[in-house]
């Protein structure tokens, strides 16, 4: 029996999982899911910020446009830190289209005009 | 003369204008100080916004622009790089800027959303040198997430609220270590999901009933001790750890920032430290709402969008309709609770129910919210859990209030 | 060759260097740190004492009540914040009444005008918070409160502005004494001068030992400190002491000319560079004041600090020709501040004593003015804004301190190099949220005006950069 705290929204869900994966404690079914995964394969949504030239500010806040596995979250920000962008970018635009071989793209996550 | 002025482009202004447009406003004006809309949201890179509102997680730059864009397809003014001076109790907003210079508005109605400031090393007065690196855990964000810059390699942070939580991240994951969260409370002052995901996940202890007990270093900071506290919060002498490290973050607490608020001759509540508010947000200056953490501290910005809706469009009925009716009833504080917004109701301006959001004063398992009119109880709500990290919120239907005077009363029941 | 060499710029300093900029000399004036009034200057209980204190017939006695009165003139002449609120001292037995019939003696001999003994009813009368438990007081009119770093850079600049000559990041190392005049060898270059003055502060007996016998040692005394939110300003109307003892004039109770409160110091032996507070110290400074004033709400602290002060164990200070063309002006504790102009003055006297001819500069300009927005009327602010936009712009938001005051400083005749140079020139930083706003946004101007990195920037000394590293490697080139 393994106790989980789940991340997946505010609530904060106190969880318990058995060796079966069943999952007790959840408020809702995003919870259970988190709980198998996170005992399987734990996965992140990384948020980081990547260089921007012509912009107002330095940095242009950019996040994985899903969860990632939790152990290439470090090779993750190593992508995300090799990129620079000009602006003008818009929320949602493809900073990297698959990183790290996850399959997931980077996406800018403010508008910088 | 404009119908509504709202102090403030944040989550909070920016809700509040969009529902006042909705509701029929057609001369708004928004002043923020910032260069952009969006407030704090701005340097909130992280995501976890929205699952409530728009139901879909959102970084706080996703989650202002989904409201800029709401708020560009109205006719509502905006101006930026503005600061507003003072509020007087009869609607005059001296407000300042490079643009527009010094100018004198008139409103009929005022949303104040000015939002919260940190608590700093002053506050809690913590003994040692005075080097660089003791910064606020907000400052700290601004740094890394805005203008590229980590502030220290080597972290102690204290206190455990969310941007503490959220920066211990951030700042491991810009290449920082961070060696330590240090809370003197025995439990987390932020969200749970955040001790797991921003401490938990890369290992960082948390060590509750703990704190700093001294800076050192003359230049930079060189080390912090941290000790442990006994029940009243004094440090235990012998318990003391050193860490090695070059910086020291404090997210030790939020503050309403009512400066402005006072000087407009709006009544404040010592234990929120915002307005007092009735049930629509309205003060008690006739025509002055206030919304978000301005009003009292937030752990999530849906709820503040939520709130700052009913307080636009209550500033919206106020200017069409005129003022709202009634005899007011009292929200006292019993057992557990903290404080309440809003602190006062009037049922005649209640269609169904209202909300009543509260913060608990310790931490409580299994337990009731039992809300009464002297000994007479009225509704009771159960929980799970309860934590002063986790605001909490209850319907009252105002049915409920009929035959009520004077005032009622919140309390927890632990079962 | 150069006429006079001052080492140190606190607020003696200063008010040397002030003084003789009014004659026709060349005047140079070196001081260790990035910026001016950085050492027992900025951290004091910034109080214009009237003058009881100080044993009659002593060089303190004269210099305090001649510095109090010439203090005032000046901070008009150079817009210093001054404010004249008078001072009691408190009595809580019959033997503290006997101490303050005692003060007040000495204050009359001093020449202090206006002192006045009154009961426990009428000092509450006059300020109501304070305790039922005092039994008498002593009020003395002509004490009152200053800005202590802006009272020392207003002296600086305007003796900048006159033609002496400011060297910052300039450390002596040695002193020897040449046919004529001194070799002033510092860390960054040697200065031939006729004529050496002593402000080196908490290290004025190092520097006195490099040009005579060794005859005084700085015992330096720590004094700690909370500055309260500007709510609990009004708390008290006047500085509040209570009885002085050998360990120092106690703990206080007052108002800051910024409308804050200050309370503190209390008195510990410690190292002369030594600025950290201290659990019991802070517990001590508490506990002793709320006897004073029971009602301060230590909630509302917004800042601890900690000060030295420069005692010798002596009962003057040591100020005098200590070699041939060599002043000191040493062991300036309390109430150095108030005598500040006084000692000034008195260094022309010791010079031309020892041969310096003094022709007196038909140019010299006694005038400062800076704009303080928050000051200012609507009318006024309306017009400022619109002949500079920068006016506009609030940086600070607890002091309403503008962009356009920010850059003004950067222009004055001795720029700051730092935040906190920054804070203690236009007050951005000095309320309630300590800089967690401001700072980033003031960090960005310093770094855009003096054009350098984000990372180059102090917080205040040479070495207290804010920043460590850039993310992502650094920023992009394009």
């Known amino acids: 029996m393994r106790e989980l705290i789940c991340i997946v929204c505010p609530r904060g869900c106190h969880m318990q999982v058995d060796d079966g ?17 996170e005992l ?47 602006a003008p970018v818009k929320v949602g635009q493809t900073v990297i289209g698959d990183v790290c071989g996850t399959g997931v793209a980077v996406v800018a996550a403010r508008e910088m005009p | 003369m404009y119908e509504l002025i709202v102090v403030g482009g944040g989550p909070a202004g920016l809700a509040a204008a969009c529902a006042a447009w909705e509701n029929g406003l057609r001369s708004i004006l928004i002043v923020e100080r910032d260069r952009d809309l969006g407030g704090i949201l701005n340097q909130c ?21 989904r409201f800029i864009e709401m708020l560009s397809k109205t006719g509502v003014e905006v101006r930026t790089d503005t600061m507003v001076l003072d509020v007087t109790p009869d609607l005059q907003v001296h407000m300042t800027g490079p643009a527009a210079g010094y100018k004198i508005e008139r409103a009929k109605s005022v949303i104040l959303a000015m939002g919260c400031r940190e608590r700093t090393r002053g506050a ?23 203008e590229g810059w980590l502030p220290g390699k080597r972290v102690v942070i204290l206190g455990s609220g969310d941007i503490g939580l959220i920066m211990a991240r951030r700042m491991t994951l810009e290449g920082a270590k961070v060696l330590a969260c240090v809370e003197v409370m025995p439990y987390s002052g932020g969200l749970t999901r955040n001790i797991v995901q921003c401490l938990q996940d890369f290992d960082i202890p948390l060590y509750l009933s703990h704190t700093v007990t001294e800076i050192r270093g003359r230049d930079r900071v060189e080390q912090v001790v941290v000790s442990a506290v006994d029940e009243g919060r004094r440090p235990v002498p012998g318990t003391e750890m050193v860490f090695d490290c070059d910086t020291l973050l404090l997210s030790v607490g939020l503050i309403p920032e009512n400066e402005l608020t006072g000087r407009a001759g709006v009544e404040l509540d010592p234990r929120t430290k915002g307005a007092v508010v009735y049930e629509n947000m309205e003060t008690s200056v006739p025509g002055i709402f206030t919304c978000g953490n301005v009003t009292h501290v937030h752990d999530l910005v849906d709820f503040v969008s939520a709130e700052s809706q009913r307080a636009g469009a209550a500033a919206a009925n106020y200017v069409l309709r005129g003022p709202a009716a009634g005899e007011s009833v009292a929200l006292k504080n019993g057992f557990g609770v903290s404080y309440t917004v809003p602190q006062r109701v009037r049922p005649q301006n209640v269609e169904k129910s209202f909300n009543v959001f509260f913060r608990v004063n310790r931490i409580f398992g299994k337990s009731e919210i039992v809300v009464r009119a002297g000994e007479r109880e009225l509704c009771r709500f159960k929980r799970d859990r309860l934590a002063p990290g986790e605001m909490e919120n209850i319907a009252v239907p105002v049915k409920l209030l009929e035959g009520v005077a004077g005032e009622i009363t919140v309390e927890i029941r632990e079962v | 060759m150069t006429d006079v060499v001052i080492i140190g710029c606190g607020v003696i300093g200063a008010a040397a260097a002030m003084e003789l900029s009014r004659y026709k000399l060349d005047i140079v004036i070196v001081e260790r740190e990035n910026d001016v009034a950085v050492g027992t200057t900025k951290a004091n209980s910034a109080i214009l004492h009237a003058g009881y204190d100080p044993k009659p017939g002593t060089l303190m006695a004269r210099l305090n009540v001649r510095g109090s009165q010439l203090a005032r003139e000046y901070c008009a002449a150079l817009d210093v914040p001054y404010r004249q609120c008078g001072s009691m001292v408190l009595a809580f037995s019959e033997k503290e009444t006997g101490t303050l019939r005692e003060l007040l003696d000495r204050g009359v001999k001093n020449g202090v005008p206006g002192l006045e003994l009154l009961s426990g009813d009428e000092a509450r009368v006059r300020e109501p918070e304070l305790a039922d438990t005092v039994a008498a007081a002593l009020w003395a009119p002509t004490a009152a409160i200053v800005s202590p770093w802006e009272l020392c850079l207003a002296f600086a600049e305007t003796a900048v502005k006159n033609g002496a000559e400011l060297r910052r990041n300039t450390a002596v190392t040695g002193l020897e004494k040449r046919k004529q005049g001194w070799l002033v060898r510092t860390n960054a270059g040697d200065i031939e001068t006729r004529y050496v003055i002593n402000a080196a502060g908490v290290d004025s007996d190092a520097v006195h030992d490099m040009a005579a016998p060794h005859s005084f040692d700085i015992k330096p ?15 008290v109307n006047t500085v509040v002491f209570q009885c002085p003892s050998e360990r120092g004039k106690g703990v206080l109770v007052s108002p800051t000319v910024h409308g804050n409160l200050i309370v503190g110091p209390n008195a ?7 600025l950290a507070t201290t659990a019991q110290g802070l517990d001590f400074v508490r506990e002793t004041a709320k006897r004073s004033v029971p009602k301060v709400d230590f909630s509302k602290s917004i800042r601890n600090f900690a000060g030295v002060r420069a005692n010798t164990g002596r009962d003057d200070f040591l100020i005098g020709v200590a070699a041939p063309g060599f002043v000191d002006l040493a062991g300036i504790c309390s109430p150095g501040l108030t005598s500040a102009p006084a000692i000034g003055e008195y260094a022309v006297e010791l010079l031309a004593g020892e041969g310096l ?3 007196k500069k038909e140019s010299f300009l006694l005038r400062r003015r800076r704009i303080r927005f928050q000051e200012l009327s609507e009318a006024e602010r309306q ?22 005051e920010i850059l003004a400083c950067l222009r004055t005749p001795i720029p700051p190099v730092s935040v906190d140079g920054v804070k203690r020139r236009v007050n951005a930083g000095m309320g309630r949220c300590q800089g967690g706003f401001c700072a980033p946004r003031v960090v960005e101007i310093l770094s855009r005006e003096l054009k350098v990195s984000p990372g180059e920037i102090v917080k205040d000394r040479a070495g207290m950069n804010i920043l460590v590293e850039e993310t992502k490697g650094g920023r992009a080139d394009v």
Request: hydrophobic content about 35%; proline content about 6%.
């Open chain 3, 357 to 359: 001819e003094l022709n």
């Open chain 1, 40 to 86: 399987t394969h734990p996965t992140r949504v990384v948020t980081s910020t990547v260089r921007i030239t012509g912009a107002s500010y330095p940095r242009c806040p950019v996040k994985t446009a899903a969860p990632v596995p939790k152990e290439k979250v470090f090779d993750v920000m190593e992508a995300i830190g090799r990129v620079t962008l000009s």
């Open chain 3, 383 to 404: 017009a400022l804004v619109e002949r500079d936009p920068a006016y506009g712009r609030v940086i600070c938001r607890c002091e309403t301190v503008t962009e356009g």
């Open chain 3, 221 to 235: 005394s720590r004094g700690e400190y909370y500055l309260l939110d500007k709510a609990e300003g009004t708390r």
């Open chain 2, 45 to 65: 890179i992280h995501n976890g916004f929205g699952l409530t509102w728009f139901k879909e997680e959102l970084t706080g730059p996703e989650y202002a622009h």
């Open chain 2, 124 to 146: 809690i007065g913590i003994p040692g040198t005075r080097p660089a690196g003791v910064y606020t855990a907000g400052a700290a964000q601004r740094y890394v997430n805005v």
């Open chain 3, 268 to 274: 510990e032996g410690s190292d002369r560079h030594d």
């Open chain 1, 21 to 37: 994966l069943n999952v007790t404690g959840n408020f809702c079914p995003r919870g259970a899911a988190y709980a198998k995964a």
